[in-house]
């Protein structure tokens, strides 16, 4: 039987549920999303087994704050820090250069980053993809994460109704090249604010 817990309490059997190569539901501050550890092949499998999802269509790296972030990717371009600090956490997904092909289960080329604040205190990194169907809307309510979702998770954190926009993906890539950068999609945080933020580097 899935475990079902609150938010509250929460880090410790989500810890848990990762390290044994388990896969879990969890609130992030946009949508409600599927987690496993990214190091591991067959939790990766069931992950994307549960999404339906493409087996060639990379997932994010999901970090539960920016020092963890910072601390697994290692080095980084000052500008490319400077943006993942003025950035996250919050309803982003940025893209990264990844030369070095680290994560090699969650992209290639690019290496797509969250860091959310959800009061969980990790510091492991986690893949990420949203807890829908491929192609079905996204989940704002635990209701709404489909059933085959939710009963053949190992784990499932309920973090009451979320506010139900993904996240915007940004393609920071070239940033340490010519300072450029692209929204990929739409979504939580507006062009405009985004914007805004990124002026702000040097």
Excluded: H
Excluded at 6 to 12: E, K, L
Excluded at 68 to 87: D, K, M, P, Q
Excluded at 89 to 101: C, I, K, Q, S, Y
Aim: some cysteine; charged content about 25%.
């Amino acid at each position: 039987m899935t475990n079902v817990v609150s938010v509250r309490g929460s880090a410790a059997v989500l810890r848990e549920c990762i390290c044994a190569g388990g896969v879990a539901v969890f609130p992030t501050d946009t949508v409600y999303g599927l987690c496993c550890d990214p190091t591991d092949p067959g939790a990766v499998a069931r992950l994307y087994e549960l999404k339906g999802r493409a087996a060639d269509k990379p997932a994010a790296l999901l970090c539960f704050s920016l020092d963890a972030a910072l601390a697994v990717l290692g080095e980084l371009g000052e500008r490319t820090r400077s943006a993942l600090r003025v950035l996250l956490p919050g309803p982003v997904t940025v893209l990264l250069a990844n030369d070095e092909r680290r994560f090699p289960l969650a992209g290639g080329e690019l290496l797509g980053l969250r860091v959310v604040d959800i009061g969980v205190v990790l510091e492991l990194a986690v893949l990420q993809t949203s807890a829908n169907r491929a192609g079905e809307p996204d989940a704002c309510r635990l209701g709404d994460v489909p059933s085959q979702i939710r009963q053949r998770a190992d784990l499932v954190i309920d973090g009451g109704e979320l506010p139900g926009v993904p996240s915007t993906v940004v393609d920071l890539s070239r940033l340490e090249i010519d300072s450029s950068w692209r929204v990929v999609r739409q979504g939580a945080l507006d062009e405009r604010a985004l914007a805004r933020a990124l002026g702000t580097i040097a």
